[in-house]
Structures are given as C-alpha cells and as structure tokens.
C-alpha cells in the first residue's frame, strides 16, 4: 500500500512539473537533450603496441592539431568525445567523434573509434536533432588516420 502511495506521488509531482513548463521549455529541453552525446555498438577496432597512457595522449594531440574541439576527454574513462560539428543550413548534419581506449595489457591499447552523423531542420523553429547513426565512411577514415599517427610512433 505504502509503495504504490509512494510510486503515484512521485508520478504526480513529475506531470505537475511537466505542467509548469511551457511548451517554449519542453522544446528547449529536448533540443538540449537530443545534443548530448549517445554511445552505438559498432565503429572501427584497432590494436597497438603502446602504453595505455601514450596511446591517449597520442590521440589527444593528432585530434587537436586535426582543429577538434572537445566536449570531453578523460583518460580515466579512457574516453575522448568532440563536439558537435555542423554543417548545412536549413537542413543540417552534425558529426561527433568518440574514441574509446580499451588497456589490454601491459605496452598494448585497443582503441575504438566511431563517427556519429545526426541531422535536423532548422528554419524558423528548430527541430531537435535525429537519434545517432555511424557514419561507416569517415568512422574507417578516422580510424586509419589514428592508427597510422600511431603506429609512426
């Protein structure tokens, strides 16, 4: 009894602050959302003979001088995630970067890289952007440009 109480009372006080919220916010909110970064299955897997730490440095610096800007970037979550580059006017794409480290051992990396694509239209409201999907092409450009960087070291 004192679980169902609880439960309706928690659904009562999140539709009485879907209420309060205009519908100018609500749509706000879900732009907002929709821009955050999704992690997909799939994407390019490569293998080197580096250290974990050298091999995310190593990375670091090539997506840099490649002018990424970053959203994050934490080698304790052995993660790098770019921003959100757009491109187009009315109709417009957006591609992000995700490179995930993997340390196997010691002196070998495995590192993951995925490129998402997301569109939207944006005319005189904006709609918030489509749910990921890998851009397979420039996911293997990527990969093959990192993994070179790499193994030159």
Do not use: H
Not at 70 to 96: H, M, N, P, Y
Not at 98 to 115: A, N
Not at 122 to 131: D, F, I, R, V, Y
């Amino acid at each position: 009894m004192r679980k169902s109480l609880f439960v309706m009372t928690i659904a009562m006080t999140q539709l009485m602050s879907l209420q309060a919220q205009s519908r100018g916010e609500r749509r706000e909110q879900a732009i907002r959302e929709s821009e955050k970064p999704r992690n997909l299955t799939g994407g390019n897997k490569f293998t080197v003979k580096l250290g974990y730490g050298k091999a995310y440095d190593s990375v670091l610096n090539s997506l840099k001088k490649a002018d990424y800007t970053f959203e994050s970037s934490s080698q304790e979550a052995g993660q790098i995630i770019t921003t959100l580059a757009v491109e187009g006017g009315w109709r417009q794409k957006g591609r992000r970067l995700i490179v995930t480290f993997i340390r196997e051992k010691d002196g070998v990396t495995t590192i993951k890289c995925v490129v998402t694509l997301q569109t939207r239209y944006k005319a005189l409201q904006t709609e918030p952007w489509s749910e990921p999907a890998i851009d397979e092409e420039e996911t293997s450009k990527v990969a093959r440009s990192l993994e070179d960087t790499l193994k030159a070291l």
